[in-house]
């Protein structure tokens, strides 16, 4: 992203809280994983959306019309000693010079200078509830204004959860953040496929695991979006299977659920295949099912179309193909509104994508599912998962599938940014093929 496009979005918040009010952002802190060694540093989704800045421990503050600068940034002071060890810090003038601050100091003076841009404001927007430790630090520094009312001093009255605005922008997607998330969708696509070329009977799961980290971090994208999920004939059942290490055996399906993150901006894509690069009979009816129902749920992905639209769809296609599979008796009405394909699908059919693979922005607004808009995107990705039950026919048992796709909502419709992932049966058994 350039400095333009956080610069737009710092002034899109300024212009949404008022010039009454004040925000504060926090950067995500390094966490210890065993003694002197780190998990990787991943910075908080709201902080770096707003500054760009990758640091750890800083704090961002936005003060509409501030006089001497509306962006401060509270941040590491450069320390040679600690940068030979553990790498640059841009320091307080990289903060101005390099990130658009139009002030920063050291986070050594934060308890000093917080509550002078505090004063005066009557709203204080941060992420309530979140963090214990912040909360209790935002109140100390409210409270020091209030302990100089009697000099003047005037401190907010009303304070908001700061996702209700921010996480709203986040929601709606700029023409860069597009750029960034069809991108992703490519490189982890490319990953897809190379993982139905090289898949045979008796290699272990972790070894398409690793090859799709591999193909991805050779493309940009090192980090990948979530832990991947690689799960061959019943383990393609478990929803988060993520162990990741059982042999691929001959005859059954390989589940895999994995994407990129590239620049920030999360990718997220399941694929499902024949470990011997060719469907049974039973398997391709079930898989013809799920591919059915996600194409008529993307259907219902459009501008005006409801939040839950493309779930109803997909829940009625699936349904009357397990009735016609004889996995589900009754109605098709009535089967529905028992719900009665849970057994076999039990989770939604999608879910916002952005910087975070599960999304900020919600789903009902006023208690009513909200209409799409141009500029979100969300993934589509119905499944069916007949685990060993008494009551599914034995040729239908250990087979879990699930079809994902990234999906942008456009002004005329949508578009999948992940199509380039092939999940046509006879295009995946082709490219098995010619490997």
Not at 201 to 224: I, K, T, W, Y
Not at 328 to 340: D, N, P, Q, T, V
Request: with cysteine; hydrophobic share 40%; charged share 25%.
């Amino acid at each position: 992203m350039t400095a333009t496009e956080y610069k737009r979005r710092r002034r899109a918040l300024a212009n949404a809280i008022g010039p009454n009010a004040i925000a504060i952002v926090p950067a995500a802190s390094e966490v210890v994983r065993n003694r002197d060694v780190h998990y990787p540093f991943r910075q908080n989704s709201d902080f770096v959306y707003l500054t760009g800045f990758a640091e750890p421990d800083a704090v961002a503050v936005i003060a509409p019309k501030r006089n001497d600068g509306e962006y401060v940034l509270f941040c590491r002071p450069r320390d040679p000693e600690r940068e030979q060890w553990d790498g640059r810090r841009a320091g307080v003038d990289g903060a101005t010079a390099d990130f658009g601050a139009d002030q920063a100091y050291p986070l050594s003076q934060i308890d000093e200078v917080m509550p002078t841009l505090i004063d005066g404001r009557e709203r204080l927007y941060f992420a309530i509830g979140s963090d214990a430790a912040l909360d209790a630090r935002v109140m100390g520094w409210v409270n020091r204004v209030r302990a100089n009312i009697r000099a003047g001093a005037c401190a907010p009255e009303t304070f908001v959860t700061i996702e209700s605005v921010l996480h709203e922008m986040r929601l709606r997607k700029s023409p860069a953040e597009i750029k960034q998330m069809r991108r992703a969708a490519e490189i982890s696509a490319a990953a897809h496929r190379r993982l139905m070329q090289i898949c045979e009977p008796g290699m272990n799961e972790a070894r398409l695991e690793a090859e799709f980290h591999h193909v991805c971090a050779v493309s940009g994208a090192r980090d990948q979006a979530y832990s991947p999920i690689v799960g061959g004939g019943a383990n393609g059942c478990i929803l988060h299977y993520v162990e990741n290490r059982a042999p691929l055996r001959d005859g059954d399906l390989v589940l895999i659920d994995a994407g990129c993150e590239l620049g920030g901006y999360a990718s997220d894509i399941t694929r499902t295949f024949p470990v011997n690069g060719r469907f049974s009979a039973p398997q391709r009816a079930l898989y013809e099912l799920v591919l059915e129902a996600q194409a008529a749920a993307i259907g219902k992905a459009k501008p005006g179309n409801l939040w839950n639209e493309p779930h109803d769809e997909a829940v009625k296609v699936l349904t009357k193909g397990l009735i016609h599979l004889g996995l589900l008796k009754g109605k098709l009405a009535e089967l529905i509104k028992e719900e009665a394909h849970k057994p076999y699908y039990m989770h939604r059919t999608g879910h916002w994508l952005g910087m975070d693979v599960h999304d900020v922005g919600s789903y009902k607004q006023k208690g009513a599912w909200r209409p799409f808009e141009p500029g979100m995107v969300l993934t589509v990705e119905p499944g069916l998962y007949l685990a060993d039950a008494d009551e599914i026919p034995e040729h239908y048992r250990q087979i879990g599938i699930r079809i994902e796709d990234d999906v942008l909502i456009t002004e005329s419709g949508n578009e999948v940014l992940s199509a380039a992932a092939p999940k046509d049966p006879d295009a995946i058994e082709s490219l098995m093929a010619d490997n």
